[in-house]
């Protein structure tokens, strides 16, 4: 057996125990560059061996990690809510609000529409980037703009580079946004590159970040990292949250809401 496949072999191993691996760890592990590592993990994934996404290689035997709108809207559906109710309750008139998208999110947008219909607010201009806040919030707001782009139909949204680049001229009282994970070490984090992308440019034009997460989501890591707990105002979640977690995300500097 050569080098290369007592390498693969080896690196198998390691993967069934900690189910996923990134590049530099695999380096690191390997004591190979990350190049050569690199090459090693496209070996395997083009034997099917593995799984790899994003500089990345997970073990076949890890769920699919695709978002799926439809899979997820149903879960934690009492704290979404919860979460949801608080979040428009911080809305004030003539506000420019940004919605992203997500099933916490799309709970907000309900909780939001009600406001609205009962003459609560007045003066919004609402941008998003989904296409549900869009059917949500459409039949009771005048003013609501859905920035277009690449159309993702898992997760009923727009992104990519035009996204990105109409929200070059555009600012924002607030913006809501969801996260795949939140941890004191990772941040706000996603699973997807064009998510994190987009993200993080919609919080460069946003005067107050604010995170609606249930509290399933902390404690947790997902792929991407894009910004740390205290660079956004504030983190809105349930009151599931375990108390040596909250404790450890406000030490980090995270303001975080439990409703």
């Known amino acids: 057996m050569n080098k290369v496949e007592l390498r693969k072999n080896e690196l198998l191993e390691i993967l069934h125990s900690r189910k996923r691996m990134r590049i530099s760890e695999v380096s690191e592990v390997l004591n190979i560059s990350i ?9 395997l994934a083009e034997e099917e061996k593995i799984n790899r996404i994003h500089g990345s290689i997970s073990s076949l035997d890890v769920p699919d990690d695709k978002y799926s709108f ?19 309750s911080l809305i004030k008139n003539n506000q420019v609000i940004f919605l ?26 609402i941008f998003t980037n989904s296409l549900l806040n869009l059917e949500i919030l459409h039949p009771v707001q005048e003013k609501i703009i859905l920035l277009g782009g690449q159309y993702r139909e898992r997760r009923r949204d727009f992104v990519g580079y035009f996204s990105e680049l109409s929200l070059k001229k555009l600012q924002f009282d607030c913006c809501f946004m969801g996260a795949d994970a939140i941890s004191t070490k990772g941040g706000i984090m996603a699973m997807d590159l064009d998510t994190v992308r987009f993200d993080a440019e919609l919080i460069k034009h946003s005067e107050n970040v604010i995170i609606l997460a249930h509290s399933g989501k902390f404690d947790k890591n997902s792929l991407i990292s894009y910004v740390d707990l205290n660079e956004v105002s504030s983190i809105i979640t349930d009151r599931n949250l375990n108390d040596a977690i909250f404790t450890d995300c406000e030490n980090a500097g995270a303001n975080i809401i439990r409703v």
Do not use: F
Request: glycine share 8%; charged share 30%.
């Open 35 to 43: 190049p050569t590592a690199r090459r090693l993990c496209v070996a």
């Open 70 to 88: 439809e899979q997820l809207k149903n879960e934690h559906l009492e704290e979404k809510i919860k979460v949801g109710n608080y979040a428009a």
């Open 100 to 125: 992203e998208a997500g099933t916490t999110i799309q709970q907000m947008a309900l909780a939001l529409a009600e406001r609205i219909k009962k003459g609560e607010l007045t003066g919004l201009v």
